[in-house]
């Protein structure tokens, strides 16, 4: 198979479609998986772990999709050739800072699990490598602009 850009978009968009699936499936079996997870991690804070986790994953969520359905648009934007615009531009911030409020639900929430501190560094990365990828677009854009006008 020849690999080309339509079907790297193609992987892409299914990878977030999957991602999708995926949230929303831990989202409605949230209370059974973190039932089994403080069963099986014997957490030394059994009874309140449980809501902790609870509220957790429920704020982690709205974040989480969130960025997945910018994702979405932004795929779409660039399958239909609308690569260095506005809304694109725009559309990578929101990822951007999507993934700054997902950074800080895993900050609090490291308080009471420690493991939570390291997903919030990476989300806390994921967000500086967004912004530098929105700034990139936004200086391509300027470009653009420019050189529409020098003709």
Same mark, same amino acid.
């Given at each position: 198979?020849?690999?080309?850009? $339509? ?15 995926? @949230? ?14 403080? #069963?099986?991690?014997? @957490?030394?804070? $059994?009874?309140?772990? #449980? ?6 994953? =429920? ?6 999709? =969130? ?8 795929? #779409? ?42 997903? @919030? ?12 990828? $929105? ?11 420019? @050189?529409? =006008?020098?003709?």
């Amino acid at each position: 198979m020849n690999w080309s850009s $339509k079907n790297s978009i193609r992987l892409s968009r299914l990878c977030v479609v999957l991602f999708g699936a995926a @949230a929303l499936s831990i989202l409605a079996s949230a209370p059974w998986l973190v039932k089994a997870f403080v #069963e099986f991690s014997r @957490a030394a804070l $059994k009874n309140q772990a #449980e809501a902790l986790l609870l509220i957790t994953l =429920y704020t982690g969520g709205i974040p989480a999709v =969130y960025i997945l359905w910018q994702l979405w648009r932004l795929l #779409e934007n660039i399958q239909s050739g609308k690569v260095f615009i506005p809304r694109n531009v725009q559309l990578l911030r929101r990822i951007s800072w999507g993934c700054a409020v997902g950074a800080v639900i895993c900050l609090i929430s490291g308080f009471y699990y420690l493991p939570f501190f390291v997903i @919030a560094a990476c989300a806390a990365f994921m967000a500086l490598i967004v912004r530098v990828v $929105k700034n990139v677009f936004q200086q391509a854009l300027l470009l653009q602009e420019d @050189a529409d =006008y020098t003709i």
